[in-house]
């Protein structure tokens, strides 16, 4: 295939996430992580600190009010910097209340280099399923023949599409919708339909450019600064995301610690604080409060995340690096 086909066949993909971004769908799970692992909103994310990325995190919504959501994501992908290609895999579990959804997807992507920049186009391929904790539900009339269909649970495909365009190795911007189908099925959704348009732009506040020299003992510490902004459209309502991060990159360990402001305009803000171990282990933790929509009880929402990133010299970034 040569490449003027291959644009072609990438801008058919662009028009179908804006041609569904009016359409109606439902609610789907969230998290505050997907700044630090886009790979979770979008298949079209590759790493480029990194072939292999793994991560795993877990999130308790609304503290203090039962039944409150609380679901785990997790997520693997491997770049081929020698086809340009990543394969990923990513595992979500909801339990809201009595009911416990799972969603099991795997995608594809690949990435073009335009003069120092990277285009990367991404599909995904859900398999999810829904059913109810017969424990958690207060069963009256056993006969009832609405149990076949509480009990019975459900069982659909699901897909997504994405795009990302890294400008720079500062500044990269992504277009994404996820769970596709919800979007035709509507009632009958599991996961709802989601679009996701996002930028993301980084700049060095103190110290020397990076290098790929940067894990040398000669390179000194450095302090990064990073904006982040996200429209998120669900059915017809729309919401804006933000974020503001400080990281300080030790002179053998980059993103060594980092610390993060978070703000969304349903009334929701918050913080996020990691650190990174041996082998380039990360450990994150947020917390976010929402000032509108709960009241009393309700603690606010926690969520953790570790991640770890495998083979960091062969990956689509090299010598395009920060």
Same mark, same amino acid.
């Given at each position: 295939m040569n490449i003027p086909i291959r644009i072609y066949i990438w801008w058919i993909l662009l028009s179908g996430l804006l041609t569904v971004s009016s359409a109606k769908g439902q609610i789907t799970p969230s998290t505050a992580f997907y700044w630090e692992n886009p790979y979770y909103i979008n298949p079209a994310?590759?790493?480029?600190?990194?072939?292999?990325?793994?991560?795993?995190?877990?999130?308790?919504?609304w503290f203090g009010l039962s039944g409150s959501p609380v679901t785990v994501f997790g997520t693997g992908t491997y770049y081929w910097e020698k086809y340009k290609m990543q394969a990923g895999i990513k595992l979500l579990n909801d339990k809201i209340g009595y009911l416990n959804s799972t969603d099991l997807s795997f995608s594809y992507a690949y990435t073009l280099r335009f003069r120092g920049s990277f285009l990367s186009v991404g599909l995904s391929l859900g398999y999810q399923l829904q059913k109810a904790d017969r424990g958690d539900v207060m069963i009256e009339d056993e006969t009832d023949p609405a149990l076949d269909n509480l009990l019975g649970g459900k069982k659909q495909? *699901?897909?997504?599409?994405? =795009?990302?365009? %890294?400008?720079?190795?500062? /500044? +990269? %911007?992504?277009?994404?919708?996820?769970?596709?189908?919800? /979007?035709?099925?509507? $009632?009958?959704? %599991?996961?709802?339909?989601? *679009?996701?348009?996002?930028?993301r732009y980084r700049t060095r506040i103190l110290g020397r450019l990076y290098r790929p020299s940067y894990r040398t003992s000669a390179s000194p510490t450095t302090y990064d600064m990073e904006w982040g902004l996200c429209v998120k459209q669900t059915a017809e309502a729309f919401q804006v995301d933000g974020v503001v991060s400080f990281y300080l *990159?030790?002179?053998?360990? +980059? $993103?060594?610690?980092? /610390?993060?402001?978070?703000? +969304?305009? %349903?009334?929701?803000?918050? /913080?996020?604080?990691? =650190?990174?171990?041996v082998s380039d282990m990360k450990i994150l933790c947020s917390y976010d409060y929402n000032i509108k929509a709960l009241k009393g009880d309700a603690r606010g929402t926690f969520e953790v995340i570790v991640t770890y990133p495998l083979f960091p010299t062969k990956c689509v970034a090299d010598g395009f690096r920060r």
């Amino acid at each position: 295939m040569n490449i003027p086909i291959r644009i072609y066949i990438w801008w058919i993909l662009l028009s179908g996430l804006l041609t569904v971004s009016s359409a109606k769908g439902q609610i789907t799970p969230s998290t505050a992580f997907y700044w630090e692992n886009p790979y979770y909103i979008n298949p079209a994310f590759v790493n480029t600190d990194a072939s292999a990325y793994f991560s795993l995190s877990a999130r308790k919504q609304w503290f203090g009010l039962s039944g409150s959501p609380v679901t785990v994501f997790g997520t693997g992908t491997y770049y081929w910097e020698k086809y340009k290609m990543q394969a990923g895999i990513k595992l979500l579990n909801d339990k809201i209340g009595y009911l416990n959804s799972t969603d099991l997807s795997f995608s594809y992507a690949y990435t073009l280099r335009f003069r120092g920049s990277f285009l990367s186009v991404g599909l995904s391929l859900g398999y999810q399923l829904q059913k109810a904790d017969r424990g958690d539900v207060m069963i009256e009339d056993e006969t009832d023949p609405a149990l076949d269909n509480l009990l019975g649970g459900k069982k659909q495909w *699901n897909g997504g599409l994405g =795009v990302e365009y %890294i400008v720079t190795p500062s /500044f +990269r %911007i992504g277009l994404s919708t996820q769970h596709l189908f919800s /979007f035709f099925r509507e $009632e009958a959704s %599991i996961f709802g339909g989601t *679009n996701y348009l996002y930028g993301r732009y980084r700049t060095r506040i103190l110290g020397r450019l990076y290098r790929p020299s940067y894990r040398t003992s000669a390179s000194p510490t450095t302090y990064d600064m990073e904006w982040g902004l996200c429209v998120k459209q669900t059915a017809e309502a729309f919401q804006v995301d933000g974020v503001v991060s400080f990281y300080l *990159n030790h002179p053998t360990q +980059r $993103e060594k610690f980092q /610390f993060s402001l978070l703000g +969304r305009s %349903i009334g929701e803000f918050g /913080f996020l604080a990691g =650190v990174k171990l041996v082998s380039d282990m990360k450990i994150l933790c947020s917390y976010d409060y929402n000032i509108k929509a709960l009241k009393g009880d309700a603690r606010g929402t926690f969520e953790v995340i570790v991640t770890y990133p495998l083979f960091p010299t062969k990956c689509v970034a090299d010598g395009f690096r920060r």
